[in-house]
């Protein structure tokens, strides 16, 4: 299964998503990368505006981070939600969705979901606020190699108040990427430097939310 790939959740169950990207930093007046030259994309969809609002959730003794988990609220954008993500498996990462809900009370189902993680109760560890440009790669069929995105972020570690912004920006494998993603992965590298960006300072958003 390719990285935006959703499997189709029966009544009760989450959608489930593979999700292999990768990650870099760049200056706010940074030009976007050359993205119309990689391996296998013929187009670029029209650009996409998102606004993101993720809170996240973990124990008081971090348990799940701890584990390689993450545990998320999102509001905004095509895929808002409760996420799991889980741990680093080769070179990507599972993530469960279940809808929203009326509150921010955990669902019993998450709850349940992690409960061979910890048993501890859930609680706020930092907001991510993000202003999302998404732009669509596409091959000569329609098909999306990849999703490429241009983001603008706002972060606030809930345990001290700090608040932290960045600009990164993203590329996650799509349903038509190629079965070897090493060499459009080896462009897309090349692109980036190119064009001023560099590689990530931190391994996610919660991470350096947190000052990691």
Known sequence: MSATDHDPAAPGEPTRSLEIELKFDADDDTPLPDLAGLPGVASLGAAEQRDLDARYLDTAEFALAGAGYALRRRTG????????KGPRIGGGRVELGWPLGDDDT???????ELAAVTDAPFQPIARIRNARTAYALLDAEGGQVAEFVD???TATDERTGV?????????????????DPREFFAAVEHAVLAAGGRAAASASKLARALGY
């Open 77 to 84: 954008g095509g895929d808002a939600g409760w996420h799991i």
């Open 106 to 112: 955990v669902p019993a189902v998450i709850v349940a």
């Open 151 to 153: 983001d603008r972020v």
């Open 163 to 179: 608040e932290r912004t960045w600009r990164e920006w993203e590329i996650e494998l799509g349903p038509a990427a190629p079965a």
